[in-house]
T-cell receptor, first 111, second 113 residues
């Protein structure tokens, strides 16, 4: 079946440093979504990418969808303590309603 | 605001017990999902439903069943709980469109002793 892997599994940065998480799918995706889960919380939708090569920005967050639609990345510029949490990518194939979630990257930010 | 609620935040059960986890959404969403979340494994889909009385197996359905008698309610059933089913269980809902985001409930942390 479809697999979605994320790297790294965990990253610890100093506040102000940049952070990137990478997402790789074993199959071509129709779209990809990103979610953030704060410690003790539940996943919350951040964004969706649909087009090959698409780049979207949300303030300090930059999301990219690969040209082959099999990989994606999330880059955070100048991290803040409010960025702490686990970031998941989730891919969809075809017109299916179900998502396959990645393994997640846990981000820790210290002062 | 979309609201997805789950019947319990924490649950402790004994091996062999039948366990019911309930999920209710208030946004008239067609799709509902049950995931389990384990460290290092992300969210894994157990079952989902795209309509009342309809269900489809996800990636790890073994040991679980589901019930959807009403559109707003989706139940996960552990027929005979085992220790390897100790996990965080998350319910989610979304509208029918293939592009829709999923809205999650707060989760139920189940411990099976």
């Amino acid at each position: 079946g479809q697999q979605v892997m994320q790297i790294p599994q965990y990253q610890h940065v100093q506040e102000g440093e940049d952070f990137t998480t990478y997402c790789n799918s074993s199959t071509t995706l129709s779209n990809i979504q990103w979610y953030k889960q704060r410690p003790g919380g539940h996943p919350v939708f951040l964004i969706q990418l649909v087009k090959s090569g698409e780049v979207k920005k949300q303030k300090r967050l930059t999301f990219q969808f690969g040209e082959a639609k099999k990989n994606s990345s999330l880059h955070i510029t100048a991290t803040q303590t409010t960025d702490v949490g686990t970031y998941f990518c989730a891919g969809r194939t075809g017109t299916a309603s179900k998502l396959t979630f990645g393994t997640g990257t846990r981000l820790q930010v210290t002062l | 605001d979309v609201k997805v609620t789950q019947s319990s935040r924490y649950l402790v059960k004994r091996t062999g017990e039948k366990v019911f986890l309930e999920c209710v959404q208030d946004m008239d969403h067609e799709n509902m999902f049950w995931y389990r979340q384990d460290p290092g494994l992300g969210l894994r889909l157990i079952y989902f439903s795209y309509d009342v009385k309809m269900k489809e197996k996800g990636d790890i359905p073994e040991g679980y069943s589901v019930s959807r008698e009403k559109k707003e309610r989706f139940s996960l059933i552990l027929e005979s709980a085992s220790t390897n089913q100790t996990s965080m269980y998350l319910c989610a809902s979304s509208s029918l469109t293939g592009w829709a985001e999923q809205f999650f409930g707060p989760g139920t942390r189940l411990t099976v002793l």
